[in-house]
């Protein structure tokens, strides 16, 4: 079976940094992505980690660790347009993604 | 990247009624799949369309409710049959160009009354 986690909902000050946690249980492993997803429209690709280990790309970061099934997203500088819904999905053995509940961002002032 | 498009990009539907969304990519991609966003949840995956054979579903999605076309590696169709107000969703087409990208389309809207 496939049990995806991520907090529901997190807040955060405009220019501060926030890190969403995902932790997984799957029968299978061969993908963590990370999708934006802003209110009435689809989502949007962030990132994607196979290999264990800290992708960078620009003020957004993914993080994994295999071993202990958890993977972060790291959004820096943050702005008030970065206020959306980020999905983390696994990639298990086939090639289709199994999506978490998403975390709802909102980006204060 | 790839650039998708859907048709329509949003409907309402009586019940009992049947709906075909179309998905077209700009290039050819092996990797097709169709997913549901039911309101104010994540998305669920109906299932993978393979071109030249038979869509592979998921558990709890059947043939008869949500056939699926893919006549080739740009385009697929999936229908959402004897529509009900539970069917009422946002559907989307997604496809996979390469191992570590995986692009979604703009979504259908379908409101059933």
């Known amino acids: 079976g496939q049990n995806i986690d991520q907090p529901t909902e997190m807040t955060a000050t405009e220019g501060a940094i926030v890190q969403i946690n995902c932790t997984y249980q799957?029968?299978?492993?061969?993908?963590l992505f990370w999708y934006q997803q802003h209110a009435g429209e689809a989502p949007t690709f962030l990132s994607y980690?196979?290999?264990?280990g800290l992708e960078e790309k620009g003020r957004f970061s993914s993080f994994l660790s295999r071993s202990k099934g958890y993977s972060y997203l790291l959004l820096k500088e943050l702005q008030m347009k970065d206020s959306a819904s980020y999905l983390c999905a696994v990639r298990d053995r086939g090639y289709a993604l199994n999506f978490g509940k998403g975390t709802s961002l909102l980006v204060t002032p | 990247s790839a650039v998708i498009s859907q048709k329509p990009s949003r409907d309402i539907c009586q019940r009992g009624t049947s709906l075909t969304i179309q998905c077209q990519v700009d290039?050819?991609?092996?990797?097709m799949f169709w997913y549901r966003q039911q309101p104010g949840q994540s998305l669920t995956l109906i299932a993978t369309?393979?071109?030249?054979?038979?869509?592979?579903?998921e558990s709890g999605f059947v043939i008869d409710k949500f056939p699926i076309s893919r006549p080739n590696l740009t385009f697929s169709t999936l229908t959402v049959s004897n529509m009900s107000p539970e069917d009422s969703s946002i559907y989307l087409c997604?496809?996979?160009?390469?191992?570590?990208?995986?692009?979604f389309g703009p979504g259908t809207r379908l409101l059933v009354l």
């Open positions: 799957t029968s299978g492993f061969n993908g």
């Open positions: 290039s050819q991609v092996t990797m």
């Open positions: 997604s496809v996979q160009p390469g191992e570590e990208t995986q692009y």
């Open positions: 369309a393979n071109q030249g054979s038979e869509a592979t579903y």
């Open positions: 980690n196979v290999l264990d």
